[in-house]
Structure formats: structure tokens, C-alpha cells
């Protein structure tokens, strides 16, 4: 997917050259080839360095129009023909300095100087509350209330007669039309990720979006991270309760259900109507199917076919876990002495 | 309850023919009457619409003063004699309509265009800190700090000698003396309801309130929502750790501790003096006794007597917890051959 | 540790014999002495009064300069000689009575009329959004960013290159530099203490800080609590993600990951490099080695040493909980008529 400069500033192309130099990498391939964007291995166009890493290229899809990519010395050779290449010792951190020096989140500066900017695009029938902050780019629709001290970022686009609640922040985002935040919601944040460096611990930089469609509603507190190269997708009409934590890249269908505590990993998938109970937990990458409902403090770890009933940590089918916890109780209680 | 008009701005009455055509029901009495407030089955008084759910007519309490119900086909014939129906196929849905067209919650506009409400009033001993916005018809007691960016939504009143930390807001809300919000503290937002719709979810209103009873404190971040057509209830010196969730309805006793990630779900009662350990969780309509303690990680799902102990997930009485817990740990080491 | 009076503003000394009116305790030594501070018992210097809970004063670790304790009529033969005491009946409600006409926390007021105030030092590169408040004493460092409508708390040193989220607030802190702070984090907030008091519950007081060491990241909505008469820190690049909880009086080490809903209770110290998985919760005062990794969803009350990985509620090591976890499974498959 391609850097959406709404939301992150492009700060200039860089050559292979230049980008080895910046990382300590090695060019393999033309080294005046230029830079424009970031993305990921299965997403890059023209332009968009990817990264590989380890020595798993072999697991990877690879775009059609992928054309640069930072790889280690042991995947580089299972690459496909005609890959321009940086050799990289740690090919995701060289990958982040990179995208780094290409774009720049606008929400980091520089600041207006005034709570709603000038170059914000404001309805005259939408309603804005004290305090609200509306930054640059950003644009509100028809009827929508912006809550007192309220935040919209840079760029942030929300749609007709949406609520956004006191407190609540988005960045990096597109709302449609009948979107409600309540109070405190967190919207667009960068999601986590830890990249090992060569000092300890450094930040996965997010450059991908947010996208809530028509009537989703979001609870008090909540968090939805944006994506990493792509955008994390809330589905029409699902709705999602207080305190709940949404990952980077996870993409939850229609009408979807998530109680309170909630929890969905990076990159899950979550089918149109499924409900997840409170405190419900699922593992980064797992698939859950359409109508799939899950237990109060289930975690799951595997993926789950569509209008299936499961639960407990690790959960299962919801027969076989109540099984197991009567089956516990009777034992329990009859064969102390064993 | 009758719908408090300090938070929820009245729109004028409906006739019953009137919401009918609003929301495709049938009128089953006299079509001239007047609807001027909604509340539960088991409240509500002369004016005020109700609603009953499915076929369940059989099961809900009716108040004595009842007059006005919204319900389906199936149960219309079980109500008592004299009330005057309107017969809908979704009767929830149809209620939430009609009750959306005659109250607009007051936190969705129109906004004040000071932080400082000229309305608002505020003690001359009360500390106000930058950024901090009080809406329309608030009031604050002497000795109360209102901390930089905290949001008191429209009529919001607060006692004396409390404090709202930064960022903190509250909706909908009574709270009496000494009461301490901590940061970005989440008070009377709507609470989580969702009712099946002709194109998918829709979110339930809420027209309650939350009452936060003298020397409550709340913790960071922590979610306090709004009644349905009642109040939440936090009872005198209750204290409530960061991230908890605190749903619709319910009410907590005197002196009740509820640790970190606390999750009480909707209706719940639990008694004065019960403790709460970290992360436990308790499913809706559960009644707790007073003097009870719930092990930390608890999933509760059934009424507590008082003065007991439990713990796990289902929650059971916390010797039977542990001897589980014992016994398993024994057999898997023992057994690892069967 | 000496309170911070950048965090604290100290009310003027008491003598004992104004403490024991104060709290109706009796003194037991020189009623002329000064208190001037308070602090625990191990780290009580001159002037500062500690106080010893119950009849537990066998096990109180005594600092070399102890010379002011609140202690019961119990406790109170097992003091070391030459202690000045305080004799309540309910010694840490006395001592924090005491405490809190020593010492009020700045962030309780008087608050500045401006946004920005006159006597915080922020640096001329440092980016400033519309509606964030810095309090007096404040400093903000070169290069930092300071979002929309976040709190900075009187006397908060933040050093350079950090960025502080939209809606973020800090209190009695000290942050690094590249310190991150993503939206609605909650930075020195009281942490939950509750002592029983003649009329029900009391908060504990608070009068230690939050340290944050360079390259830390904490995620949205997380609260990290600040110390009792302590410090909480977080090593160098360790990272936090959305919606944990960290509680007063914990240390994590450098390079430690928590990810999200964790929750790590008082006093807890967890070593560099460890690794806590989603919703992973630690009881309090427990120590964990480096380099442990707790899998997701586990419930740790006990040590765990460097190295370990660990998982379940109650937490043991992970080839354990597993073997239990299959064991169980396999038994109620076929067992099922035991």
C-alpha cells in the first residue's frame, strides 16, 4: 500500500546509495535507483523498498511490481531475479531507518498555532465543543459533534453525524458517516512493534491508517492501532466496548461484537457477525470465521471456522472445554486422596 | 426513572399515533395519548414508554404505574389489562427511536462557546486548572480541583473538597463530596448495548445517570458508564483501581475495593465491603454479597453469598479452587503415561 | 527517599507533640522534635517519619537514620533504642494524616491562570500543540512534542527528543530523553493504596515518582503509577504496549517488553530483557529474573528465576502448564463416564 501523504510528509526520495550509506547496508543492484516509498514485501509498487526478514524469503509473497528490497545476506540469493537489493545485517531496523528519513508523521510537527486550523475543512453544521483540537488537513463532516477537548490529527478525515467523545484522539484515520467515539477512544496510534538494535529495544515505525466505517462505535478508552504498511479496518456496524485494545492490521468484518477488555492481536481477521465475550483474547495472525462466538475470557490461539462456539485459555469448541472443567470438578472432589 | 432533564434536553411529547408512524408500529388503545418520558417495565410511571422483549412478557415486573408499552406480537396478550400498546416487531428498536425523538442527550450539542460555561457554577474556592471545560448547567463545590483539561459535561454537579484529574471527563453525573477521579478517568459514558437492527447492529441509548456516592475515588483511565433508564451506583468510600470497567446499572456497595482491570458487567450488585482482586470478572445480573472476596483472575458467573471466598474461572468457592488446581498439577506429573 | 518538593510543596515541620494532636496518638520519646519529612522505614532519614504496620516491627528492614516512627502499642518494645514514636492506634492512617499536612502535591493547586505557565522552562525547539498545558516548574526539552490537549505537571523534567501524545498526562515525574508517550497514557498517578480508616476506606498518599528512562515507550491509555514514598522506574527501551498497568513502587529493566493489558502490581521488580505476553498479570512484590519470558494470559505469584519461561494462572514453568493443559485434555475426551 502506498504512504498516504494526508498523514505522513514525504521528505524526499533517497537513492540506493544514499540509503546504504544512512544504514551501513550494501547495494546490490543499481545503486542510483531512487527511493520513494515504504511498504511491504506483498504490497510493493514502483519505488516502495520491502524488507525480508531473516533467511524466510521463501515464505513470503512477493508483489508483482516489488522492485527494492532489504534483505539479509542468507535470503538474498532466494530472491527473485531483478530485485535491487540492500544488504542488510538487520534488514527490518535498516528498513525503519529508512522510512524514517522518507516520511515523516505529520502529527509530530509542526504544530498550528490555532486549536482548529485554518486549513481544516469544518462543516458549518458540525458542532465544536471547547477545547477541541482540529489540526491541519483535517476534515469534519455534516452534524458531527467534536466533543470538548477532543483531538483530530493532521489530515484525519470523519464523516457526517458522527460523535467524537471528550477526550478522544485520532490520528492517521478515515471515519465514515455515523461513526461514534466515546470519550477517551484512541484511534490511529502507532501500533507495537520491537525491532531488536544494536543499543536494545527500538520502535517499529507505522506508516498505514485507520479506517472505521459508516456506524461503528468505539468504547471509552479504547485503542485501535493504525497498521504498519497497511490499515487496520473496523467493518460497518461492528461495535466495541470500553477498554478494549485493537492490534496493528487486524481487519474486523460487519457487525461484529467485542465486550469490554477485549483484545485482537495484530493482523487477526474477524468475520462479519462474530461476537467475542468479555476479556476475550486472540493471538497475532489467527482467523476467525463469520457468526463465530467466543466465550468471556477465552484466548485463542487458532483459527476458527465459521459459527463455531468456543472457549477457555487455550479455547476450543465450547463442548469440549465444558467438559473438561466438569470432569476437573468431579475429579477433584471424589479422588482427593489419589 | 424519570429521564433526569439536567442531561438529557426533552424534545416535546409524542402522541402514540405519532410513534407509530415514527417507527411502523400498530397503536392496540387510545392513539391520543401522550408519551412525555421512557424508562424499564418495572419503573415506569404515567407518560413514560416501555418495552418488552420477545415473548417474555411473562417473566418482567411491571410497575404499578405502567401505561405505555412498546411490544411484539407474541407477548402483547400477556400484559395487564389497561395499557395501552404499541405493537412493533423489533419492540427494543422501536423504543430506542421513539425515545431518541423525544430526549437529546445534552453533551451532543449545542456547545458553549467558553470552556467556562457562563451557566456553569462554579465555587469561588474551587481550582480550576488551564484547559479544563465546564459545560452548561455544571456546578462545582468549594474546595474542588478541576485539573488541566478535565471535561464536566452539562449539568454535570460535583460536590466539595473532590478532585478531577487531568484529562478526566464526566457525563451525566452526581458526585458528592471528597470524591477523587483519577487521570482520564471515564465517567457516564453510554454503556454497551446492542440491539439487531434492519441493516445490522445499532447501539441501545442510554438515558441514566451515573452517582458517584462521597469519598469515591477512581482510578486512571478507569470507565464508569450510565444506566440504561436507572443509575449506576458507587457506593461511599468504594475505591476502584486504574483501567476498571464499570458497566450500566450497576451498583457497588460502601467500602468495596476493586483492583486493577476490574470488569463488573451490567446489573451486577455486589455488597458493602467486598474486595475485588486484579482482573477478575463478574457477568451480568450477578449478586455478590457483602463481605466477599473474589481472587484475582476470577470469572464469576454466579450469585455470592456473603462473607465468602472465591476464585477462578468459573468462579467457585476457593478451596475448591485450589484443590483443582492441586489435584491437576499432581496428576499431569504423575500420570504422564495414561 | 526525601520527598521531592518539586512535586511536593512542603507545608512547614511539625513536632511530634503537634502530630500526636493532630492524630490523637501518644508520644513516646522527645515531643520537641521536628518531623520535616516522611518516608518507609528502610529508607527514613533525619526528620522524616516512618510508620510500622501491625505488630510486624520483627520484619521491618530499619534504615541506619531512623529516628521518627508511628507504630502500635504492639510493635512498639521491638523498635530499635533511641527511636522517637508516635503510638496510634492505627499507625499508617496516623502517619498519613500526618503526611498530608506536611506536604501537598503541587498538582493539586494553585493552579496558573495560563496554558504554557510563565515559570516552566521549555526549550525554543521543542513543538508545542494548541491545548497542552505546562505547569509551573515544568521543563521541556529540545526537539520533544508536546500533542494537543496533553498535561505536563508542575515540575515535570522532560528531556529531549520525547514525544508526549494527544490527551497524555504527567505527574511527579521525570522522563529521559526519546522518551515516547502515546495518546491518553497516565504517567504519576496515585497508586491504589487503601487503608481502613474509622469511617470505611482511605486512599493511601502518594509522594514518590515516576522515572522514565531514556528511549521508553509507553503505550495509549497505560498508567504507570507513581511510588509511595519510592520511585516506580522503567529501564532504558523497555516497551510498553496500550492499556497495561504499572503499579507504584515497581522497577522494570532495561529492554523489557509488556505487552498489552499487562499488569504488574506494587513492588514488583522484573528484570532486563524479560518478555511479558498479552494480558500477563504479576502479584505483588514478586521478583522476576532476566531474560524471562511469561507467556500470554498467565497469572505470576511467585519468583521466577533469570532465563525461565513460565505460563498458566497460578503461573509455573511452561513445559508444566502445557503437559497439564494436554493432560486434562486427553482425560475428559475419554473419561468422559469416570
Known amino acids: 500500500m502506498t504512504v498516504d501523504t494526508r498523514f505522513y510528509a514525504p521528505l524526499g526520495a533517497l537513492t540506493l546509495e544514499a540509503a546504504a550509506a544512512l544504514t551501513g547496508a550494501a547495494v546490490d543492484g543499481d545503486a542510483t535507483l531512487e527511493i520513494t516509498g515504504v511498504a511491504s514485501a506483498d504490497t510493493a509498487g514502483k519505488g516502495e523498498l520491502a524488507f525480508i526478514e531473516g533467511d524466510n524469503a521463501g515464505q513470503v509473497e512477493f508483489s508483482a511490481g516489488l522492485e527494492l528490497v532489504v534483505v539479509g545476506e542468507a535470503a538474498r540469493s532466494r530472491l527473485p531475479v531483478g530485485i535491487a537489493c540492500l544488504v542488510a545485517r538487520q534488514p527490518r531496523q535498516a528498513h525503519s531507518k529508512i522510512a524514517r528519513a522518507l516520511f515523516k508523521p505529520r502529527y509530530l510537527g509542526p504544530a498550528d498555532s490555532l486549536a482548529i486550523s485554518p486549513s481544516a475543512r469544518v462543516h ?82 507505522h506508516f498505514g491508517r485507520v479506517i472505521l466505517q459508516d456506524h461503528v462505535t468505539i468504547g471509552a478508552n479504547t485503542c485501535i492501532d493504525r497498521g504498519v504498511f497497511a490499515d487496520t479496518i473496523i467493518g460497518e456496524r461492528t461495535k466495541i466496548d470500553n477498554l478494549c485494545q485493537i492490534a496493528h492490521n487486524v481487519v474486523l468484518g460487519r457487525s461484529v461484537i467485542v465486550a469490554a477488555f477485549g483484545g485482537v492481536s495484530g493482523s487477526v481477521r474477524v468475520g462479519d457477525g462474530s461476537r467475542l465475550g468479555g476479556r476475550v483474547g486472540i493471538a497475532d495472525h489467527v482467523v476467525v470465521g463469520e457468526g463465530v462466538s467466543l466465550a468471556g475470557s477465552s484466548g485463542l490461539f487458532r483459527d476458527v471456522a465459521p459459527g463455531e462456539t468456543w472457549g477457555g485459555t487455550p479455547a476450543k469448541p465450547i463442548r469440549e472445554w465444558m467438559r473438561e472443567i466438569a470432569w476437573l470438578s468431579k475429579q477433584a472432589k471424589t479422588r482427593k486422596k489419589d
Open 124 to 205: 458549518s453544521g458540525a458542532v465544536i465543543y471547547p477545547g477541541a483540537v482540529i489540526c491541519s488537513g483535517a476534515a469534519v463532516g455534516e452534524g458531527t459533534v467534536i466533543g470538548p477537548n477532543a483531538v483530530i490529527g493532521p489530515g484525519v478525515q470523519i464523516g457526517r453525524h458522527g460523535s467524537i467523545g471528550a477526550g478522544a484522539s485520532v490520528n492517521c484515520a478515515l471515519l465514515g458517516d455515523f461513526v461514534t467515539l466515546l470519550a477517551g477512544a484512541r484511534i490511529g496510534e502507532t501500533g507495537f512493534g520491537v525491532i531488536p538494535g544494536p543499543d536494545g529495544l527500538e520502535d517499529a515505525p
